[in-house]
């Protein structure tokens, strides 16, 4: 379900949610940016040790699917992929450098759902922009999937 985003022609395989990597928020360490969105749909501390333990990948993403979802999980779902993500280049300079450099074209995904191509497509432009911070371009475009991101929120509430 996971894969590399496409920009300009080129795969970027640092845009890829199942990618291992390590990175820390509040005090825990994630082995990817699906690790961390498998562990932030869980409502109890046993099924987010099972998912933080199962690995970067499909394994992850497959235990995610066997705990209870929180009962918000639809309205920050979209927003919790994107903190994962964010952490990950903030985290990890040999990831955030190939992003910057990577253009400014959208980020194609197809090997997920139509659902989290499009996400992953504005989360990773998102983060490319506010962590390039080059000039009134890239904060118009941050904020732009930012406000998108808080209508999805708001209307799946």
Known sequence: MGGPGVIDGKEHPETDNFLPCKF?????????????????KTTNEQ????ILNSG?????RL?????QLRSDWE???VDEMYK?????????????????????????????TPFWN??????MQRIRAELRQNGEEDACRATEIRQAMERYAQENK
């Open 63 to 67: 235990a995610g699917q066997t705990v």
């Open 118 to 123: 499009h996400w992953n497509d504005l989360i």
């Open 24 to 40: 820390v928020i509040g005090g825990i360490t994630y082995s990817s940016a699906e690790n961390y969105f498998q562990c932030a």
């Open 47 to 50: 099924d987010r040790e099972k």
């Open 84 to 112: 994962g993500n964010l952490a990950k280049f903030q985290q990890n300079e040999d990831l955030r450098k190939p992003l910057l450099e990577s253009g400014r074209g959208p980020v194609h995904f197809t090997l997920s």
């Open 56 to 60: 970067p990948g499909d394994s992850c």
């Open 75 to 77: 309205s920050i779902k």
